[in-house]
């Protein structure tokens, strides 16, 4: 399906991305980045405050941590202070190429099991779907992010994958 490979430009374009977000929404004020813009998190800081906990999420769960929602608080209002979110949304991007850097192809072939929202209901997906989703995830709510930050005035950067640095 998927290869380590794939992982390490997706990590590398994810990180590429959300520095160019963070980047367009530092011109914005603070009243700007939350406000209510009609999307599906209503604000650019709540979406990208999803972002950063739900990458936590399938991180963990990539890593094997059937039940990451017991240590990790997925919130849309945390960190509401956007020198704290730049410094934390920097650690997460670290995390996810370090974790891209290490993988190997063979790990790709498993299967997670986890427990959404410290419930007993188990799911089990292949690791290259849980992977692969991570990615995609990360690019639907960007997509919109980039909207809402074209509609405020700001320019973030293209999002070719072609032209990934």
Known sequence: ?????????????????????????DGLSNADRWKDRGAFFQSIAA??????WADALMLQR??????????????????????????LRSQRNDEIEEWAARLADTELNGT????????STRIERSTALCAAELFNHETHHRGQVHAMLTAAG??????DLSIVP
Not at 3 to 21: D, F, G, K, P, V
Not at 47 to 52: A, D, K, P
Request: with cysteine.
């Open 1 to 25: 399906m998927i290869s380590s490979e794939y992982c390490r430009l997706m990590a590398r374009y994810n990180t590429w991305q959300n520095i160019s977000l963070v980047s367009a929404a």
């Open 47 to 52: 979406t990208l405050n999803h972002l950063y």
């Open 62 to 87: 990539i890593k094997g941590n059937e039940r990451p929602e017991e240590t990790i608080t997925h919130s849309l209002t945390s960190p509401s202070n956007w020198d704290d979110f730049k410094a």
């Open 112 to 119: 997670l099991v986890w427990y959404p929202g410290g419930g």
């Open 154 to 159: 700001a320019k973030p950067e293209p999002t």
